[in-house]
Each structure stands twice: as structure tokens, then as C-alpha cells.
């Protein structure tokens, strides 16, 4: 046994018209590239061996009794690791929205979308990842603000545009609202002074312009 | 509320009542809440009630099956679903199969389920009742077979307190059914009913799992069934596409066009949508031959022209080759699973693929493809057929006579063809072909999983769609016997053969008593090679020969089909065997041969896992004997 291709089935008619799956792709039919006889073919390109990357994924779905375990159930179960997600209602009274946000190739994070689709409640599921959009997470974070770095700490809070809501003898509460990465940044700013607690609710997305994803499944 | 771990147990507060006083073993007792589970836990203790013949949920449920066309079902009693037995007497129309292990029940719903195209139904009780049914929901889920399981579940107000039989099989069936329902409230039943068969056969079927309170079976309701526009309306996340994009068809139609060495490789998909004429005429006018997967035999009569054979794993080596070599795959209704592919890498590695699959996640899921279609198959087939040009034979010429010879080597070379097994022994591919052929290729053939299910489906030469039934994805052992049952009672017009190892006979051969009980007329041919017989061909080839636990001890089956009342048989020689079917077929109920096969024929060829199409293993030193 040998792991040429080659060893039972032959090149078409022993022409050689044969193709690479990958110089195809994309390619006009009819313009299949000229392969030598002897030639092994090169490996078929596996679907998912793209680039990883960051995506966010909308979800619509019925507000039902457990439609959030059947999507993060399907998520584990289908080997895709959510990076955040966050729940909330819509302005329809039976409709839930979904940000799900996971790592992976652009064919995996199809897929993804696609298995979600299987679900019987969910009504609509977009990839936003490719388009302008805004997105914003909150963040309370408690922070070791003792009397001689509770000044500093204040005036980073307010550099960051982050808000005080809660001020102790040893610490204080602050909210900071952002894009995922203003977040990141205040956190970074301010663990120097020691973090005793941190909440983060996940990215929440929303495309711009006119266009409602919401609007394509109002019943 | 905090819970804290770790921290010691807090002295009790000043203004708890002091131990003198009489005390409650109620939790939150006086509430609403602890009143309501009080008096579930009565009713539990108390079954006997009067019978009350006002319309109640267990009347809901009988009724919704009568009116979906479920004529058969197969359960198994147990506590919480006894308010449905009340009832079932009222419902003479229903035919209950009580099985002797709800597996079996999910399985013989599953075996009806294929051989007919409806919706099989099986129930059970809750806890393991409804476990039971758990691999058998698998089963159907990973074959994509409409199936409703019911279970009934321990009254609402007890649900979450580890109640006798309570488990969270709602939460267990949840990853494992296309969709699920706990339904706590009779007025829900129809609608949740109606709802499930829907889901289960429309689109890409699948298993649906309905759970039942035993306070709502027995809830007076008036609710009526929804009609089938209140169904879909009340569905808005479900709206399967059901007819292919006309770009699509049109890309597709080029590349057919374009190809010189093009391979159709048709699955389950076809037979689901009940296509097989469709796929034929299609065939017929591209001359494009056709393989087919496992689940797939059937789709088209193997002594066509253009049928080619089976691929995979165990596939036929010239199916495999000519996949190998082809320039367009047209995959319909089949989903390049690796026991299909192999190693994707090398997988048809000259070929542009056209998918067409009823499930978009299904397509680009374990191989790139060109041109992506999503349609049912029928649909697909039926609009591309007028799109395509009619194909002359003779401009296929060469490839044709390629594929023939290539068909002629592999089939000649098999041990099947050659007849090169020792002589006086019987093998199984032999008995498999004289079972075949003394049907007229005519019966339904239930397989079991192992080397039974691929000598059957190598050598016993389909004619007919859904005559063929076979646990493909979960290759689930113990299937064949109670799916053979279903099968049966599905079509009573055909003989039923259940094809079994003695391995997976002994999983479920409770069912025999079902059987004899219901006169289900199934032929079992057992294969008693007194070895688990895939595994030991793995630890021979794979494992260096490493037997651990492949031999299998098994009982006298003759003594054992007696003790159930069965008529048996038994055949050891090749020139038994036309005698032991002959007098199998002459029993009016069920019966058993027992074959005394080789016992350690392999299966080839073989494709080892992770290799690809082209690394088939054809013969193995001194493994045939």
C-alpha cells in the first residue's frame, strides 16, 4: 500500500486530462489545466484549512424553553469553541437575538451557521463578520483603589471614558463601555493596580445603515 | 441566594422554629408550589382512579397518531405512560407492539420507518424506558429516518426532584433528534404532536423525541388538531428548501456536459425522496453510471446497465477505482462520509464534484465541491433531467469498456467470484448470494452491523428501492432482529430476512418472544461464525493478530429458537444451505437458520481507516482461512 492515488485507479484514459482540485476551483469550466500522465494529483483541498479568524455570527431565534442549550449544545457538539455570547429579547415579544462570537476559518464558521440553521427555532443566522458594524460590550470591573492610588485610578477610569459606580475603602466599581478592544485596553490599564473582580457581557453587534435582520423575520 | 462551597454550616438562626415544635419534612411547605408536589407524590402512590372517559392528553395522543397515518407502534409500559394504556383499549385501529426492550421498539420503528417512508412511532416510560430508546433514536438520527419517540415523564411538579424514574431525557435526546419537546400541558399536545411528524419527514428526516408529563396524559383537554397550514404557520424556523437554485442547476448542467469520466454516487437521500425512477431517467440520458453508499442500495437495480456497485470502505474495488479516476462526481442524497472517502486528501483527487443534498450543512462539510446544490433529490433530478443534453452511448465508449473491464478483474478476483473459498466450508458471501437468489431478490434484508452488513450488501443483488435496511451511520450492533420486525409489519407483502452475526443476535434476541407473541413473520439468517467477526478481522489485519475478545461464545440456537417456540434450522455445508432456506420459507411465521459459517472469512477488500480509496486491501497472508 503506498498513499499515491494512483495505485488502483489510473489517470482518466490514460490521457492525463486529469485536474488539480485546486487550480480548479474558480476556474472556468472548460479550462481544466493540462496535468503530465505520470503526475500524482496534488492533495483535494479539505474544506476548513483556512485562516483563523475572529467571527461574529447573529442568531434570531424563537424565545422558546431551551433554545439556548440547543445552540450552545450544537456548538460543542459540532467542535466549535464560542468566544462569547449574549442573550437578549427583541422588540418581538416571541424573538431572541443571539451575538455569538467563536474563532475559525471562514469554512468552519460557515458550517457553523449552517448547523445552526438545522435548529428548528432559530429563524435567521448571519455572519456580520465581513460587515461595518458596531460593536460595543460592558464591563464592570472592581479594582484595588487604596487612599494613595485611588486618584490614579479614578483619572484612568476617566481617560478611559469609564464611569464610577461604586466606591469603597479599598476599591472601586467601574463601568467601561466599548468596542471589544477599549475593553481589552482598560483591563490591561488598569491591572497594575490589582483586579478583584471582572464581569464581561460579551460582544452585542449591530450592523449599520438601514437594513434590519430583525425586519427579514418579523411574522 | 449565595451558596458558598467550603464554608462551614452556619448555627441555626434565632427564628427558626424550635425543634419542639411539630415540623414539616415539606420543603417550602404552605406554598402553592409544595402543595402541588404533595399531591403529584399522591397520585404517583395511588394509580388506580376511576376511569374517567372525558376526553384526557393519553386520548390526545392515540387520536393524533390515528390521524398521521400511524398504524403500528412499538412501547413498552412503565409508571408514568400507564394513563396511555388506560386508554388504548378504546383505540382498536392502533396496532401496539409490546416489545421486550424498548431499544428493540425504537429500532422496529426505525426498520418500518425505511421500508415504508412514513413516520414509525415507539414509546416508552420515563427514566430507563426512555434511556432504552436513546440508541435506537441515535440510529435513526445518523440514518436521517423519520422516527417520534414518546415518553411519558413523572408529573410536572415533580420534574427536577430526582423523582422515582425521573431523568433528563429531554436534555439526553436533545444533540441526538432533529428536534425535541417536554410537554407539561395537554392543550399542547396536538399542536406538539402534529408538529413532530411534520419535522420528521419533511425536509431531511430525522428522529423527533416528544416527552410527556404524566399530569398532562391525564389532563381533560378540548384542544383540537391543527390543520397541516397551522402546522407549517407555527414553524417559522422551518422552511426547508426543497427546490434547487436554477443558477445552480445551470452550473451543473455545464459541468455535465463538460465531463468525460462522470460517476453519479447516489445515497439514502434518493430513497427518501422517493426518486429512484427519477435518478434512473437521468441516468439514462447522461449515461452516467451509478455507485451507490451503503444506505443507498436499492436506488437502482444492480442488474442495470448502469448501475455500477457499491463504494466505501468495503466497497467494490472497480466502484472505488473508477471514483478514483472520474472527472465529475454527481453526489446526490449522500454525504462523502470518511467510511465513504477515506482520506479526503487522495479522495477522487481528478475530480470536480456537483453535491446535491436536501441539507445545506451537509455540503463543503467533509469535501470542497464545485457546484453546491440544495434541493430534495427528486426535485433536483427532475429539473435538471430536461436541462441536460441526451448523451450517445457510443461516445462513452472507451470509458465504458474501461469501467467493464476494471468490473470484470475486481468481481472475478473477489472470493465471491472466484469460488476460491475451501472447499466444504461454508462462507458467508455464499449463503448471502443463495438467499438472494432462492427470493428472487424480492424480500426485504434486514443487516445487522459487521461483516453480516457487507457481504449483504456485496452479494445478495438489490432489484427494488427500500429493500434494503441497514444501520449505516451509527452501525448500531443488536439492530437487525427488532428492525426486521418493524420491516416487516411495514411490508407484509414482502418475506422479511433478518441478516445477523451471533454477535449482534445475542444484543437483542429478547425479541424473539415479540415475534412468536405478535407472529411477525421474520426470517433470521444467523451467521455464527463464533466470533465477533469485524473486530477480529481489524485485530488481525490492524493489530498484528492480537485477539483479545473476538472469540465469542454463543448458545446451541437450536435449543434456543425451540425454547421461544421458533421453528429452527441449521446448515454447516454448502449444500445445506439451498435446503435451510427452502424450509425457512415454508414456515407461515417466524424462523431461524443458524449457518455455521467459516469462521474467520474476511471481508475485502478493505480499506483501512485514515487510508484512502486507492490503499484497498484485497487479500491478507493466510488470513482466508
Known sequence: MSGDPNSNGRVPGGTGTGASPSAQSGAAPGIIPQHATHAAPPPRALPGGGELRRHTLIAIVLDKPGVLNRVSSLMRARNFNIDSLAVSRTDQPDVSRMTITLHGDDVAVEQAAKQLYRLIDVLKVQDVTSESTIGQELALVKIRATEATRGEVLKLVELSKGRVLDVADESIVAEVTGPESDVDNFVALVRGYGIKELVRTGAVVMARGSASIEEAVKR | ?625
Not at chain 2, 399542536?191 to 431531511?204: K, L, M, N, P, Y
Not at chain 2, 446544490?373 to 443534453?389: E, K, N, W
Not at chain 2, 425454547?563 to 455445508?573: E, H, M, Q, S
Not at chain 2, 439451498?578 to 431461524?592: C, E, K, S
Open chain 2, 1 to 625: 441566594m449565595t451558596m458558598t462551597k467550603g464554608t462551614s454550616a452556619k448555627p441555626p438562626s434565632p427564628t427558626a422554629p424550635s425543634p419542639a415544635a411539630r415540623r414539616s419534612h415539606v420543603p417550602a411547605d404552605g406554598t402553592s408550589g409544595a402543595a402541588a408536589v404533595e399531591a403529584a407524590r399522591k397520585e404517583m402512590l395511588h394509580e388506580a382512579r376511576p376511569r374517567n372517559r372525558t376526553r384526557i392528553g393519553a386520548d390526545v395522543v392515540c387520536e393524533a397518531l390515528l390521524r398521521q397515518g400511524a398504524d403500528v407502534f412499538f412501547s413498552y409500559p412503565g409508571g408514568v405512560i400507564l394513563p396511555l394504556y388506560d386508554v388504548l383499549g378504546d383505540y382498536p385501529e392502533l396496532r401496539h407492539i409490546l416489545v421486550r426492550h424498548e431499544q428493540g421498539g425504537a429500532h422496529a420503528a426505525d426498520g418500518y420507518a425505511r421500508v415504508t417512508g412514513r413516520v414509525g412511532v415507539c414509546m416508552g416510560t420515563s427514566g430507563p424506558g426512555a434511556t432504552n430508546l436513546v440508541t435506537g433514536i441515535g440510529t435513526a438520527l445518523l440514518d436521517s429516518v423519520p422516527i417520534v419517540a414518546i415518553t411519558g415523564n413523572v408529573p410536572s411538579a415533580l420534574i427536577g426532584k430526582d423523582a422515582f424514574q425521573e431523568i433528563d431525557i429531554n436534555g439526553i435526546t436533545l444533540p441526538m433528534t432533529k428536534h425535541n419537546y417536554l410537554v407539561r400541558d395537554a392543550d399542547d399536545l396536538p399542536r406538539v404532536i402534529a408538529e413532530a411528524f411534520h419535522i420528521a419527514r419533511t425536509g431531511r428526516p430525522g428522529p423527533v423525541h416528544i416527552d410527556i408529563t404524566k399530569d398532562a396524559l391525564q389532563q381533560e383537554t378540548t384542544a383540537e388538531h391543527p390543520t397541516d397550514e397551522e402546522v407549517v404557520a407555527g414553524l417559522p424556523g422551518f422552511r426547508p428548501n426543497l427546490d434547487a437554485n436554477g443558477r445552480q442547476l445551470k452550473l451543473a448542467a455545464q459541468e455535465l456536459k463538460n465531463a468525460k469520466r462522470p460517476m453519479i454516487l447516489a445515497g439514502h437521500g434518493v430513497l427518501h425522496a422517493e426518486a429512484w425512477d427519477d435518478l434512473v431517467a437521468f441516468a439514462e440520458k447522461t449515461q452516467i453510471p451509478v455507485a451507490h453508499t451503503l444506505l443507498g442500495v436499492g436506488v437502482i437495480d444492480e442488474t442495470h446497465p448502469l448501475s455500477y456497485g457499491y463504494m466505501g470502505m468495503h466497497g467494490w474495488k472497480h466502484v472505488n477505482r473508477a471514483i478514483q479516476s472520474a472527472d465529475l462526481l454527481f453526489a446526490i442524497g449522500m454525504r462523502f462520509d470518511d467510511r465513504v472517502t477515506g482520506n479526503v486528501r487522495t479522495y477522487a483527487p481528478y475530480a470536480r464534484i456537483v453535491h446535491v443534498d436536501i441539507d445545506p450543512a451537509e455540503i463543503g462539510k467533509n469535501v470542497a465541491v464545485e457546484v453546491p446544490i440544495v434541493g430534495d433529490a427528486g426535485r433536483v433530478l427532475r429539473a435538471l433531467t430536461p436541462m441536460v443534453d441526451a448523451v450517445d452511448p457510443e461516445t462513452r465508449a472507451e470509458y465504458f469498456n474501461e469501467l467493464a473491464a476494471w468490473r470484470k478483474e475486481s468481481e472475478g478476483g473477489s472470493w465471491h467470484g472466484s469460488g476460491a473459498w475451501r472447499e466444504g466450508v461454508l462462507s458467508a458471501d455464499y449463503v448471502v448470494s443463495r438467499i438472494g437468489e432462492l427470493t428472487d431478490h424480492k424480500a426485504t434484508y434486514v443487516a445487522d452491523v459487521g461483516q453480516n452488513q457487507m457481504w449483504l450488501a456485496r452479494y445478495t443483488g438489490f432489484r427494488d428501492p427500500n429493500s434494503h435496511v441497514s444501520s449505516g451511520g451509527l452501525g448500531t450492533m443488536g439492530f437487525s432482529v427488532p428492525a426486521a420486525m418493524g420491516a416487516a409489519l411495514g411490508r407484509p407483502d414482502r418475506e422479511t430476512w433478518a441478516i445477523t452475526g451471533d454477535g449482534g443476535f445475542q444484543m437483542t434476541f429478547q425479541e424473539l418472544m415479540t415475534l412468536v407473541q405478535d407472529r411477525i413473520p421474520v426470517k433470521i439468517a444467523l451467521f455464527d461464525n463464533k466470533k465477533l467477526g469485524m473486530i477480529r478481522q481489524w485485530q488481525e489485519i490492524i493489530y498484528a493478530g492480537n485477539y483479545h475478545s473476538a472469540h465469542l461464545l454463543g448458545p446451541d440456537y437450536l435449543k434456543l429458537a425451540e425454547a421461544f417456540g421458533i421453528p429452527a434450522f441449521k446448515a454447516t455445508k454448502p449444500d445445506e444451505v439451498d435446503d435451510a432456506i427452502r424450509a425457512a420459507q415454508a414456515v407461515d411465521g417466524p424462523t431461524l437458520i443458524w449457518f455455521e459459517i467459516a469462521e474467520e472469512q474476511n471481508v475485502f477488500p478493505m480499506m483501512p481507516a485514515g487510508k484512502g480509496l486507492s490503499d484497498l486491501i484485497e487479500k491478507w497472508d493466510g488470513a482466508d482461512e
